[in-house]
RNA sequence: GCCUGAGUAGUGUAGCUUGGUAACAUAUGGGACUGUGGAUCCUUUGUGGCGGGUUCAAAUCCCGCCUCGGGCCCCA
């Protein structure tokens, strides 16, 4: 016996037919959202990564050489590998240019519910866009994704980048004192960020006011703290357009504006959001992004991107905790040679009616007893007995497994019996 | 990487405190019932995560490791 490596999973056909069934619903949306799918290969060069996410993160992913001396990576997200492949062959395409994928990701983490060392993103980038509609459409797109596969509790979560740094200019706020809050901010550690602030030797009533901007839901409340700073108008107004257009064009109701979001790395910018399962505990993201800036650094020409990802294991998981019912795989025809000598014309009836149906047939030689046990395990809708009484008369019996009536039906009008 | 709990046939469980034949259900393969029995009955297969220690004797006690959970770090 050989165990399976840390962090991964194999996927029986049960559960195969589960992800299948949301990974094609979540296709479904993207290209009802006129998004095309794409691929990139799993392993990339470490460099497109730690260009991306500095060098910190080769201990957070597998990397290796391989046999020519080159320096290799495992994805472990898959932006960067789309928008390499997008400097590289799609940057003269007609804009705006939608994109979506899925592929299996690796992180080098410590494993747990709902976070494993190779797990499956599925994600978009939207490229050449920075009208509000445009962002508010990618946000609804991603709401709507996981209504659609059929999650009931999900909370949508708005923020800005640029609005939480006019707030720090507000405070005059240093470099690195934004540094050492922001980390406090995105943990909601508002407490200590308050502390901090004192320490910073902030007012107590402004650092009050600052937190309160930060936890509120408030959006004018927001917008009239920052007022003042003309540079963010722009921003401001357009965010307001998005919230508009979610509410009003989108009809999406539960939102909330969360200007604490930070998202982990510098090269989001403006509007950022994540979509959360609150009955998943530690790991209840399943969906994070907003806008980024990372064509420059590829060095591609400036053009607006934003997009998201989705955790599909996460989302699988939150449908199993809210009970989801996943639709059991069905055979249409389970066929019961009822000996030996039959078994010749049971094939041949069988080869007939795969053309339009989920056909099987007993290869074991079993009795009919056990077959009819074996068909009904196996979840057939119909067995066709097929034995010498029946051939007499060129009928077969048809059996109907949940009602447990029988019929005799003619071979030549077998399939049109079961395919009316 | 850190703190913490847990690992018993394919699956679900009992036994562990107080060391003494590994048990039950279900599942799997075969058979009986002369072609309706999706049943019933018989039978087969298969188990202590791994390694060490204590002991006459370890599923049980001790140590290390592995894996899975809960919580941190991180979360692109």
Same mark, same amino acid.
């Given at each position: 016996m050989y165990q399976i490596p840390r962090g991964t999973r194999?996927?029986?056909?049960?559960?195969?037919?589960?992800?299948?069934?949301?990974?094609?619903?979540?296709?479904?949306?993207?290209?009802? #959202?006129?998004?095309?799918?794409?691929?990139?290969?799993? #392993?990339?060069?470490?460099?497109?990564?730690?260009?991306?996410?500095?060098?910190?993160?080769?201990?957070? *992913?597998?990397?290796?050489?391989?046999?020519?001396?080159?320096?290799?990576?495992?994805?472990?997200?898959?932006?960067?590998?789309?928008?390499?492949?997008?400097?590289?062959?799609?940057?003269?395409?007609?804009?705006?240019?939608?994109?979506?994928? #899925?592929?299996?990701?690796?992180?080098?983490?410590?494993?747990?519910?709902?976070?494993?060392?190779?797990?499956?993103?599925?994600?978009?980038?939207? *490229?050449?866009?920075?009208?509000?509609?445009?962002?508010?459409?990618? *946000?609804?797109?991603?709401?709507?994704?996981?209504?659609? @596969?059929?999650?009931?509790? @999900?909370?949508?979560?708005?923020?800005?980048?640029?609005? %939480?740094?006019?707030?720090?200019?507000?405070?005059?706020?240093?470099?690195?004192?934004?540094?050492?809050?922001?980390?406090? @901010?995105?943990?909601?550690?508002?407490?200590?960020? %308050?502390?901090? %602030?004192?320490?910073?030797?902030?007012?107590?009533?402004?650092?009050?006011?600052?937190?309160? *901007?930060?936890?509120?839901?408030?959006?004018?409340k927001i917008s009239e703290y920052i007022k003042e700073d003309t540079t963010i108008k722009e921003e401001i107004n357009n965010l307001n357009k998005v919230l508009d257009f979610l509410k009003n064009s989108f009809k999406i109701k539960n939102f909330n504006i969360k200007i604490s979001i930070v998202r982990g790395l510098d090269y989001y910018k403006g509007i950022v959001f994540e979509i959360e399962a609150p009955t998943l505990g530690a790991e209840k993201q399943l969906c994070g992004g907003g806008a980024y800036e990372l064509i420059p650094s590829f060095g591609g020409s400036q053009t607006p991107t934003s997009g998201f990802a989705i955790g599909f294991d996460r989302a699988i998981i939150a449908l199993e905790t809210e009970e989801y019912k996943f639709p059991v795989e069905k055979l249409d025809i389970f066929i019961i040679p009822v000996n030996e000598d039959m078994v010749n014309k049971s094939l041949e009836i069988a080869e007939t009616l795969r053309k339009n149906l989920k056909v099987d047939i007993d290869l074991m030689r079993r009795g009919i007893s056990k077959s009819l046990k074996y068909a009904s395990a196996i979840n057939a809708q119909k067995t066709i007995i097929i034995g010498l009484k029946e051939l007499e008369e060129k009928s077969v019996t048809v059996r109907d497994m949940n009602t447990g009536k029988q019929e005799k039906i003619l071979i030549e009008k077998l399939e049109g019996y079961l395919l009316k």
């Open positions: 194999d996927f029986t056909s049960s559960e195969m037919q589960k992800r299948l069934l949301v990974e094609n619903k979540i296709r479904t949306t993207f290209k009802k #959202f006129g998004y095309n799918e794409v691929q990139t290969p799993v #392993f990339e060069t470490l460099e497109l990564f730690t260009a991306k996410s500095g060098e910190g993160i080769i201990n957070e *992913i597998y990397s290796f050489q391989d046999k020519g001396g080159r320096d290799l990576a495992l994805r472990p997200e898959l932006t960067a590998p789309v928008m390499r492949m997008y400097i590289d062959r799609l940057q003269m395409e007609p804009k705006p240019l939608k994109l979506f994928y #899925f592929g299996n990701c690796y992180r080098y983490d410590r494993p747990q519910k709902g976070r494993y060392r190779e797990f499956k993103q599925a994600g978009c980038e939207l *490229i050449g866009v920075d009208t509000p509609e445009g962002y508010a459409e990618l *946000i609804s797109m991603g709401y709507k994704i996981l209504e659609n @596969i059929g999650l009931k509790n @999900i909370q949508l979560n708005i923020g800005n980048l640029n609005i %939480l740094s006019a707030m720090f200019k507000k405070l005059n706020l240093s470099e690195d004192k934004q540094k050492y809050l922001v980390p406090l @901010i995105d943990k909601s550690m508002f407490e200590d960020v %308050l502390v901090a %602030l004192k320490d910073f030797k902030i007012n107590p009533n402004v650092a009050a006011e600052f937190i309160d *901007i930060l936890t509120t839901n408030d959006f004018k």
